[in-house]
């Protein structure tokens, strides 16, 4: 591993070119020839039948070509549970919901014609909280629940609104607080927050009237989990669809599934062949697309006096919002890993994946962890301090080691957790003397990825010693371009600079589950490198010919083939791709890697055997202090210690550790999308929804730990999400130290930090 | 209504026929076809759509079309010293100062209209400068870092251009 020449080192960004000279096209900007303009009429009530829709003043509306609501595009789609229509059906069920569209030759038109619709509704019961939507009688926001197609792993539950139950089992909790000689319960609570990736959502389409084939060109996550949603929706086989991803300006979770796919497709089917772009603005993309889930945790620990966990139940009530989306998955993989990376005995879990009257929650990066640490790893503190034990020391105590069984029935490999907690404490002089009123608080987590998957790549390289990847994974910022560039240049043993990455159409590129989950340097890089190895032993064999060499006397160095012992008589890699295969020919390599999962989560226990191709495991840790004439929170400074396996390149893993430490920082102290008592975002603007600014930003120490994967390419694991998932639960514990006192709502607002300290002060 | 408008586009004569109320950023973008300013907000919250409007940065979601006739405007893709990147620009490759790019053309704006104010900025001045410019992907450390070392060698090109002259 020590003589790697591009892997694990830290090399630029290939795609910065672009994005430093305004060259790069994003899906925002994306104008196709003959394009036609798409607007939408959004729901005004947050849960209503609709009792008419009129679309005739506005299809007559000069320089209208198509306006169309639910009864035009007659489709539903869902990852899990086909629940979500392109455009209201019937009912709606959040207000943002796209009831009606229109398509027009410029958007002003679009706009004037939007008028012309009118709807008329009658209001149903709303929920706004899970709990509320889940109390017995409360009316079905679906009342075609039964009837939808599902996935075989939901679970539902004699609750209304529960679109999944998911229960972890183990040992017997009474037993366990029999066991210990503390018990402490609490409740905590984390609000909804929308990824606000810098680039707003569009989504262009175009039919093909003749063949009647569908081309979607959209910055989309996960193409080819798109591609398939599409040919389920439609009835049109996969070959009939085509979905090409320009760049995309960030995501963060928001841009997977079908979002504005839909209603552009929806329009496409009545223009004749023009295509439709459609674009949200900021302020649509806050109300109508998609939401982190909001969370209500509650926890009841067992601990010894000496600090030994004996047992935890947790219930977890996951906000859903209007549609499944990836509630049921969320709720999942949130809901297993929510005690915390601890050996705990006895423990009991049930999640609930709740449908409410509010915009529809998706995937967020951290993927349901977020939520659950901030509960589990405040309530360790409580715990801690009762226990007068220091936090450090308490999770030591307990937390995952190698080899250990998980709660869930695993048994754990290349666990990196012990070396973050200490490295992530060392950096901000944990247990040294530190002002008064100064806090420190830390927090640790692990971090499955989606398992099982598939990546499948191919690498090319042509007469002009040129190499290409052929990789499904989407570069939403997060580097993967680079990393996978890395790959092949290290298996092929060429400079990067003579790599690039193939654009991604679902045409010419081989499948890819999805880029989430952290799961793409472990999964695509394993099969970039394997097509990489594949190209090269075939450049290997074409140079034993043109060499008169055997295999074992050839080496492949600097894109060139040579003899051990006669390295003057070296061929290129395009030299010997003309030789062998002519001017014009492409040698191809292939690989796919699957991830293959042992035994199956059980529906009944939430047990596996292998529930996770790898866990990423990270430490956060904090120092704040508190304005008491204003409750403002000052960040001091924040260490983040993360397990990536194998860093393919540090410079690029120190930057996605600074960026999920921001916007965990501003999970943590700003960030809350309001809704009110009618279900409406009172905050859709960058004015009133408050992002981390440069100023909100305290020195952040990244820690890189590498605990090697045995599988992962190099050692690699993933680390896109963990990154702001302990941040929040590390800052709380940094306030509760500083102010001794504890906040367990989301985010640590100065009013509720002003109210934490009347509260102290009163007692 | 249409009206034609005249004015100076990164350094050459641009004439149009748009509406006074187009917004400068939709004229660049949809009339132009000049697509590197990009819109995050449209309501002067985000940074992402800064330009320069006679040598004051500005974001072109708040200008009218109808404010510009005889104005000198430059994009990001003005940014370049012919074939040679900014020293801003090149600072931000070097540092890793974008990950998905979105904000950077404002950015990279901003940051060279504040390094013309102050070219020997402190960590807490370029902070503030750059307060208006929202980033979601870096947490805004690698930007600072390419601001200061954009602002050592603007500083470095001053004092040979003085030592030559």
Same mark, same amino acid.
């Given at each position: 591993?020590?003589?790697?020449?591009?892997?694990?080192?830290?090399?630029?960004?290939?795609?910065?070119?672009?994005?430093?000279?305004?060259?790069?096209?994003?899906?925002?900007?994306?104008?196709?020839?003959?394009?036609?303009?798409?607007?939408?009429?959004?729901?005004?009530?947050?849960?209503?039948?609709?009792?008419? #829709?009129?679309?005739?003043? /506005?299809?007559?509306?000069?320089?209208?070509?198509?306006?169309?609501?639910?009864?035009?595009?007659?489709?539903?789609?869902? !990852?899990?549970?086909?629940?979500?229509?392109?455009?209201?059906?019937?009912?709606?069920?959040?207000?943002?919901?796209?009831?009606?569209?229109?398509?027009?030759?410029?958007?002003?038109?679009?706009? !004037? %014609?939007?008028?012309?619709?009118?709807?008329?509704?009658?209001?149903?019961?709303?929920?706004?909280?899970?709990?509320?939507?889940?109390?017995?009688?409360?009316?079905? *926001?679906?009342?075609?629940?039964?009837?939808?197609?599902?996935?075989?792993?939901?679970?539902?539950?004699?609750?209304?609104?529960?679109?999944?139950?998911?229960?972890?089992?183990?040992?017997?909790?009474?037993?366990?607080?029999?066991?210990?000689?503390?018990?402490?319960?609490?409740?905590?609570?984390?609000?909804?927050?929308?990824?606000?990736?810098?680039?707003?959502?569009?989504?262009?389409?175009?039919?093909?009237?003749?063949?009647?084939?569908?081309?979607?060109?959209?910055?989309?996550?996960?193409?080819?989990?798109?591609?398939?949603?599409?040919?389920?929706?439609?009835?049109?086989?996969?070959?009939?669809?085509?979905? #090409?991803?320009?760049?995309?300006?960030? +995501?963060?979770?928001?841009?997977?599934?079908?979002?504005?796919?839909?209603?552009?497709?929806?329009?496409?089917?009545?223009?004749?062949?023009?295509?439709?772009?459609?674009?949200?603005?900021?302020?649509?993309?806050?109300?109508?697309?998609?939401? &982190?889930?909001?969370?209500?945790?509650?926890?009841?620990?067992?601990?010894?006096?000496?600090?030994?966990?004996?047992?935890?139940?947790?219930?977890?009530?996951?906000?859903?919002?209007?549609?499944?989306?990836?509630?049921?998955?969320?709720?999942?993989?949130?809901?297993?890993?929510?005690?915390?990376?601890?050996?705990?005995?006895?423990?009991?879990?049930?999640?609930?994946?709740?449908?409410?009257?509010?915009?529809?929650?998706?995937?967020?990066?951290?993927?349901?962890?977020?939520?659950?640490?901030?509960?589990?790893?405040?309530? =360790?503190?409580?715990?801690?301090?009762?226990?007068?034990?220091?936090?450090?020391?308490?999770?030591?105590?307990?937390?995952?080691?190698?080899?250990?069984?998980?709660?869930?029935?695993?048994?754990?490999?290349?666990?990196?957790?012990?070396?973050?907690?200490?490295?992530?404490?060392?950096?901000?002089?944990?247990?040294?003397?530190?002002?008064?009123?100064?806090?420190?608080?830390?927090?640790?987590?692990?971090?499955?990825?989606?398992?099982?998957?598939?990546?499948?790549?191919?690498?090319?390289?042509?007469?002009?010693?040129?190499?290409?990847?052929?990789?499904?994974?989407?570069? #939403?910022?997060?580097?993967?371009?680079?990393?996978?560039?890395?790959?092949? /240049?290290?298996?092929?043993?060429?400079? *990067?600079?003579?790599?690039?990455?193939?654009?991604?159409?679902?045409?010419?590129?081989?499948?890819? %589950?999805?880029?989430?989950?952290?799961?793409?340097?472990?999964?695509?890089?394993?099969?970039?490198?394997?097509?990489?190895?594949?190209?090269?032993?075939?450049?290997?064999?074409?140079? +034993?010919?043109?060499?008169?060499?055997?295999?074992?006397?050839?080496?492949?160095?600097?894109?060139?083939?040579?003899?051990?012992?006669?390295?003057? =008589?070296?061929?290129?890699?395009?030299?010997?791709?003309? &030789?062998?295969?002519?001017?014009?020919?492409?040698?191809?390599?292939?690989?796919?890697?699957?991830?293959?999962?042992?035994?199956?989560?059980?529906?009944?226990?939430?047990?596996?055997?292998?529930?996770?191709?790898?866990? =990423?495991?990270?430490?956060?840790?904090?120092?704040?202090?508190?304005?008491?004439?204003?409750?403002?929170?000052?960040?001091?400074?924040?260490?983040?210690?993360?397990?990536?396996?194998?860093?393919?390149?540090?410079?690029?893993?120190? %930057?996605?550790?600074?960026?999920?430490?921001?916007?965990?920082?501003?999970?943590?102290?700003?960030?809350?999308?309001?809704?009110?008592?009618?279900?409406?975002?009172?905050?859709?603007?960058?004015?009133?929804? @408050?992002?981390?600014?440069?100023?909100?930003?305290?020195?952040?120490?990244?820690?890189?730990?590498?605990?090697?994967?045995?599988?992962?390419?190099?050692?690699?694991?993933?680390?896109?999400?963990?990154?702001?998932?302990?941040?929040?639960?590390?800052?709380?514990?940094?306030?509760?130290?500083?102010?001794?006192?504890?906040?367990?709502?989301?985010?640590?607002?100065?009013?509720?930090?002003?109210?934490?300290?009347?509260?102290?002060?009163?007692? | =209504?249409?009206?034609?408008?005249?004015?100076?586009?990164? +350094?050459?004569?641009?004439?149009?026929?748009?509406? /006074?109320?187009?917004?400068?950023?939709?004229?660049?973008? $949809?009339? #132009?076809?000049?697509?590197?300013?990009? !819109?995050?907000?449209?309501?002067?919250?985000?940074?992402?759509?800064?330009?320069?409007?006679?040598?004051?940065?500005?974001?072109?979601?708040?200008?009218?079309? +109808?404010?510009?006739?005889?104005?000198?405007?430059?994009?990001?893709?003005?940014?370049?010293?012919? $074939?040679?990147? @900014?020293?801003?620009?090149?600072?931000?490759?070097?540092?890793?100062?974008?990950?998905?790019?979105?904000?950077?053309?404002?950015?990279?704006?901003?940051?060279?209209?504040?390094?013309?104010?102050?070219?020997?900025?402190?960590?807490?001045?370029?902070?503030?400068?750059?307060?208006?410019?929202?980033?979601?992907?870096?947490?805004?450390?690698?930007?600072?870092? /390419?601001?200061?070392?954009?602002?050592?060698?603007?500083?470095?090109?001053? %004092?040979?251009?003085?030592?030559?002259?």
């Amino acid at each position: 591993m020590d003589d790697l020449n591009v892997v694990g080192h830290p090399v630029t960004r290939v795609d910065v070119d672009e994005k430093v000279t305004g060259t790069a096209t994003y899906g925002y900007d994306l104008v196709l020839p003959d394009m036609l303009h798409g607007k939408v009429l959004f729901s005004t009530r947050a849960h209503a039948r609709i009792v008419s #829709i009129d679309l005739e003043k /506005a299809r007559r509306h000069p320089g209208v070509v198509a306006a169309i609501s639910g009864a035009d595009a007659p489709w539903t789609h869902g !990852e899990s549970i086909k629940d979500k229509p392109f455009l209201a059906q019937g009912k709606v069920r959040y207000i943002g919901e796209p009831v009606a569209a229109v398509a027009a030759v410029d958007e002003d038109t679009a706009q !004037e %014609a939007l008028k012309l619709i009118a709807v008329e509704y009658e209001d149903l019961p709303a929920y706004f909280t899970p709990e509320d939507a889940c109390q017995p009688g409360a009316t079905a *926001i679906h009342e075609e629940f039964e009837d939808y197609r599902k996935a075989p792993f939901i679970v539902g539950a004699p609750m209304p609104n529960v679109c999944e139950h998911f229960k972890l089992r183990t040992g017997d909790t009474a037993e366990g607080f029999r066991q210990s000689d503390m018990v402490l319960e609490e409740k905590y609570y984390v609000p909804i927050i929308q990824h606000a990736a810098m680039e707003p959502h569009s989504a262009h389409a175009q039919v093909d009237p003749e063949s009647g084939r569908v081309t979607i060109w959209v910055a989309n996550d996960a193409p080819f989990r798109a591609l398939t949603e599409v040919s389920e929706a439609l009835g049109l086989p996969q070959e009939q669809i085509r979905l #090409i991803n320009p760049l995309q300006g960030g +995501g963060f979770g928001s841009k997977g599934g079908l979002k504005l796919e839909p209603i552009a497709m929806g329009l496409a089917f009545q223009t004749n062949g023009r295509p439709v772009r459609v674009k949200f603005n900021r302020e649509e993309t806050f109300i109508s697309t998609l939401v &982190r889930h909001e969370a209500t945790v509650h926890i009841k620990s067992g601990v010894k006096k000496d600090g030994t966990l004996t047992a935890r139940h947790m219930t977890l009530y996951w906000g859903g919002g209007a549609y499944a989306e990836k509630s049921p998955t969320v709720c999942i993989r949130g809901s297993l890993p929510s005690p915390g990376p601890y050996r705990i005995p006895h423990v009991h879990v049930d999640g609930y994946a709740v449908y409410t009257n509010k915009p529809v929650a998706g995937a967020f990066r951290g993927y349901g962890i977020p939520q659950g640490a901030w509960a589990t790893e405040q309530h =360790m503190d409580e715990l801690a301090r009762r226990l007068a034990m220091d936090p450090l020391e308490f999770r030591l105590k307990n937390v995952f080691v190698d080899g250990d069984m998980a709660y869930w029935g695993e048994q754990l490999h290349s666990v990196g957790l012990t070396e973050t907690l200490t490295k992530a404490a060392e950096a901000i002089d944990w247990g040294k003397p530190k002002p008064a009123g100064v806090g420190r608080g830390l927090a640790c987590i692990s971090k499955p990825t989606r398992s099982p998957t598939t990546s499948k790549a191919g690498v090319l390289v042509d007469a002009d010693n040129r190499v290409t990847v052929l990789a499904g994974t989407v570069e #939403i910022g997060q580097g993967s371009n680079t990393i996978l560039s890395q790959v092949a /240049a290290e298996e092929l043993r060429v400079p *990067i600079e003579q790599v690039q990455v193939a654009p991604l159409d679902t045409d010419a590129i081989p499948f890819d %589950a999805s880029t989430t989950s952290s799961r793409s340097t472990y999964h695509m890089g394993n099969a970039v490198r394997g097509a990489a190895i594949h190209a090269r032993e075939q450049l290997l064999e074409m140079a +034993g010919h043109a060499l008169e060499g055997k295999q074992e006397e050839l080496v492949a160095a600097g894109g060139r083939v040579h003899l051990k012992d006669n390295e003057d =008589m070296a061929l290129t890699y395009g030299e010997l791709i003309r &030789r062998r295969l002519g001017a014009d020919a492409v040698l191809r390599g292939d690989a796919s890697y699957t991830y293959e999962i042992g035994k199956d989560l059980d529906l009944e226990t939430g047990h596996s055997d292998h529930a996770s191709a790898f866990y =990423m495991y990270a430490t956060q840790a904090a120092e704040a202090s508190v304005d008491e004439e204003t409750g403002r929170v000052r960040l001091h400074r924040v260490s983040a210690a993360h397990d990536v396996g194998k860093a393919i390149n540090p410079l690029n893993c120190v %930057a996605q550790i600074e960026g999920g430490v921001a916007q965990g920082i501003g999970s943590a102290l700003h960030e809350n999308l309001v809704i009110d008592e009618n279900g409406k975002v009172r905050n859709p603007s960058f004015l009133d929804y @408050h992002l981390v600014t440069s100023l909100d930003v305290p020195e952040i120490i990244p820690i890189v730990v590498e605990c090697a994967e045995p599988e992962g390419p190099y050692g690699a694991k993933g680390l896109g999400e963990p990154g702001l998932a302990p941040t929040p639960a590390a800052i709380g514990n940094a306030v509760a130290d500083a102010i001794k006192s504890r906040i367990r709502d989301l985010p640590l607002t100065p009013e509720r930090v002003f109210r934490a300290l009347e509260e102290r002060d009163r007692k | =209504m249409s009206q034609p408008i005249e004015f100076t586009l990164n +350094g050459r004569a641009t004439s149009v026929d748009a509406p /006074a109320h187009r917004l400068l950023l939709d004229l660049l973008r $949809d009339e #132009i076809g000049v697509t590197g300013t990009k !819109e995050g907000c449209g309501t002067g919250d985000c940074g992402a759509c800064t330009v320069y409007l006679n040598g004051k940065p500005v974001n072109s979601c708040l200008v009218l079309t +109808g404010e510009l006739a005889g104005a000198d405007v430059v994009t990001i893709e003005g940014l370049k010293e012919g $074939d040679a990147y @900014h020293p801003i620009q090149a600072a931000f490759i070097e540092d890793g100062g974008a990950q998905c790019g979105y904000c950077t053309p404002g950015m990279l704006m901003m940051a060279k209209s504040f390094l013309e104010e102050n070219p020997d900025p402190t960590d807490d001045e370029i902070r503030f400068a750059l307060s208006g410019n929202l980033c979601r992907c870096t947490g805004y450390v690698k930007i600072v870092e /390419a601001v200061q070392d954009a602002a050592a060698e603007l500083r470095r090109r001053a %004092a040979e251009g003085r030592n030559n002259g």
